[in-house]
């Protein structure tokens, strides 16, 4: 095939859901013509297809990078040299490079699109972020990225309900659009409905299994949900503290007193995960089996709040003095359990989008 008709080839590749089939072709041709332009702008396309790490971005910069100096005048490039700097943080460049898209296509919806974008990743919204976004309705009312881009500006400035609507507005015109469910389930998972959250994380891993963001944000729903388990499990823990203590109080009160409170910690655990169950739906069962898949400590953290139920179930069964020694060691794990769980989860940083 000759060099255009590599070209047509990738395109059908990266529009095909193809982009590291794509990639080899483009990879190839490069390395016989490194200033074939059109070539480099496609490769930097599919780097940022293939993966949402940072090695993929830095591979599109040096691609579109390239692309640009041999042709400045293509809006394509630029806004393929955007998104990868903001996908290594590098706002500032982003920015600029997405003005000058817009720059030279300023007839384009996209490249207005780009430069809206670029400003809600640097969390940076000006006036001209605005006329970005409304050049971009004006140009293309009916495309799906328009609206998640006014949706993106509209939470970064706060306002949520037109976040929301324009998310909505997104997955009705494409079902598909992963980032757009997963930007209506992180509003869900701030608003406390971690049910209804993970059901969109795992609907938008069903679309994009090799997510980054979607894995991210699952564990975070995974995170608070158990987080919630603990609260119930050390509030449980501390007041049996306060029952064994009571060493005037009699062996039937004490008895009654620790099977009521066990019975209350059961029905409050199990009303939260039914709660779950029904805001996920079909999802609940796929949210429960990702723990594992996609983050050992939380599973490891899993595990130690179902022993600690467990042990202050047996704990009603016991004298006072083993059952007040139970509550100390279950009390030592959640605590220690909690505070290496905390640690962790604060290193962790969140893709870059």
């Known amino acids: 095939m000759n060099g255009a008709d590599d070209h047509t080839m990738a395109r059908l590749l990266i529009e ?16 016989e013509s490194p200033d074939d332009a059109v070539a480099l702008r496609l490769l930097a396309q599919a780097h940022l297809l293939v993966s949402e790490g940072r090695q993929a ?17 293509n809006a394509f490039g630029w806004r393929m040299l955007s998104i990868a700097y903001g996908r290594l943080a590098r706002h500032s460049e982003a920015r ?24 809600s990743s640097a969390k940076h919204i000006t006036h001209e972020t605005h006329a970005a976004v409304a050049a971009a309705l004006r140009l293309g009312p009916n495309e799906a990225d328009v609206h998640f881009v006014a949706g993106r500006v509209a939470a970064v400035t706060g306002n949520v309900a037109l976040a929301t609507q324009e998310y ?16 209506l389930a992180v509003i869900e998972m701030r608003r406390g409905d971690t049910g209804r959250a993970a059901a969109g994380f795992i609907g938008m891993l069903a679309i994009d299994p090799n997510s980054v963001l979607a894995q991210y944000n699952l564990r975070v729903a995974a995170l608070r949900a158990l987080r ?19 060493l005037s109080t009699g062996a039937d009160s004490l008895h009654a ?53 467990v042990g202050i179930i047996v704990a009603v069964f ?36």
């Not at 692309?67 to 005048?73: I, K, Q």
């Not at 919630?228 to 029952?243: E, P, S, Y």
């Open 318 to 353: 016991l004298p006072s003095n083993l059952a007040g020694y139970l509550y100390e060691i279950i009390w030592q794990m959640l605590f220690v359990s909690f505070l290496v769980v905390l640690i962790v989860s604060r290193t962790r940083k969140p893709p870059v989008g």
């Open 16 to 31: 095909a859901n193809r982009p590291a089939d794509a990639l080899r072709i483009l990879s190839g041709m490069v390395a």
């Open 257 to 309: 007193w620790a099977i009521g409170m066990a019975v209350v910690s059961a029905a409050c655990i199990v009303a939260y995960v039914l709660w779950i169950r029904r805001k996920a739906g079909v999802y609940f069962g796929r949210f429960v089996r990702s723990i594992p898949r996609t983050d050992k400590l939380l599973t490891a953290w899993a595990t130690i709040l179902t022993i600690s139920f």
């Open 57 to 73: 971005a830095a591979a599109a910069v040096g691609a579109a990078e390239h692309a640009v100096a041999l042709d400045g005048g």
């Open 168 to 183: 909505q507005t997104t997955l009705g015109i494409n079902p598909e659009h992963a980032a757009a469910r997963n930007n």
């Open 96 to 119: 600029d490079a997405a003005r000058a898209a817009q720059r030279v296509s300023p007839d384009q919806w996209a490249s207005h699109v780009a430069v809206a974008n670029a400003d």
């Open 228 to 246: 919630i388990v603990n609260v119930v499990l050390v509030i449980t823990v501390l007041i049996g503290f306060n029952i064994f203590g009571q």
